[in-house]
T-cell receptor, first 110, second 116 residues
Framework: DAKTTQPNSMESNEEEPVHLPCNHS???????IHWYRQLPSQGPEYVIH???SNVNNRMASLAIAEDRKSSTLILHRATLRDAAVYYCILSLQGAQKLVFGQGTRLTINP | SAVISQKPSRDICQRGTSLTIQCQVD?????MFWYRQQPGQSLTLIATANQGSEATYESGFVIDKFPISRPNLTFSTLTVSNMSPEDSSIYLC?????????????FGEGSWLTVV
């Protein structure tokens, strides 16, 4: 599985946008970029995924670099409930098992 | 979406005993997975639970220590055998649902085991 690199931790303020980076320089043409987050004392939950084009949903936006070697998860207006560990994961289309890295621990300040 | 229920949600176990964790999904799914999350760590895949055949284990995990059953398409169990304090972890069940835009993976809330 191709590897991803994320900062160990980030901090932001409530109601401000948050940009969470992920590097995946060894990504293959068939790898999808997935983002999951794990809130305290909960199992991971799906946030968003994409292949080449930028993606938006009700939770977040995913901006994918043109060369696909990096991506950024964007939380447009952070709330205290967004404090979690965010995982960037590469996975083949159709694959159902995920290989987790260490993720980024996001702290939101009131 | 998929709703995944795990039992027990939390338990304190004696060293040397075994505990079976149950995972129930509200819809039929082809593949189910078991993960372990040790304190302060990320998730590690233990095995894929295959319906009608033996589970497929990842490197470092063996059937004798983590026997898995998958009697049907909505249910699986993971047993942690002969527990030691090093087995204190969160054990998570996971399933994938195929959509037109690809797969979405869903996780249970986890079973928090403490071995004393």
């Amino acid at each position: 599985d191709a590897k991803t690199t994320q900062p160990n931790s980030m901090e932001s303020n409530e109601e401000e946008p948050v940009h969470l980076p992920c590097n995946h320089s060894t990504i293959s043409g068939t790898d999808y970029i997935h983002w999951y987050r794990q809130l305290p004392s909960q199992g991971p939950e799906y946030v968003i995924h994409g292949l080449t084009s930028n993606v938006n949903n009700r939770m977040a936006s995913l901006a994918i670099a043109e060369d696909r070697k990096s991506s950024t998860l964007i939380l447009h207006r952070a709330t205290l409930r967004d404090a979690a560990v965010y995982y960037c994961i590469l996975s083949l289309q159709g694959a159902q098992k995920l290989v987790f890295g260490q993720g980024t621990r996001l702290t939101i300040n009131p | 979406s998929a709703v995944i229920s795990q039992k027990p949600s939390r338990d304190i176990c004696q060293r040397g005993t075994s505990l079976t964790i149950q995972c129930q999904v509200d819809s039929q799914v082809t593949m189910m997975f078991w993960y372990r999350q040790q304190p302060g760590q990320s998730l590690t895949l233990i095995a894929t639970a295959n319906q009608g055949s033996e589970a497929t284990y990842e490197s470092g995990f063996v059937i004798d220590k983590f026997p898995i059953s998958r009697p049907n398409l909505t249910f699986s169990t993971l047993t942690v055998s002969n527990m030691s304090p090093e087995d204190s972890s969160i054990y998570l069940c996971s399933v994938g649902l195929l959509h037109r835009a690809g797969n979405t993976i869903y996780f249970g809330e986890g079973s928090w085991l403490t071995v004393v």
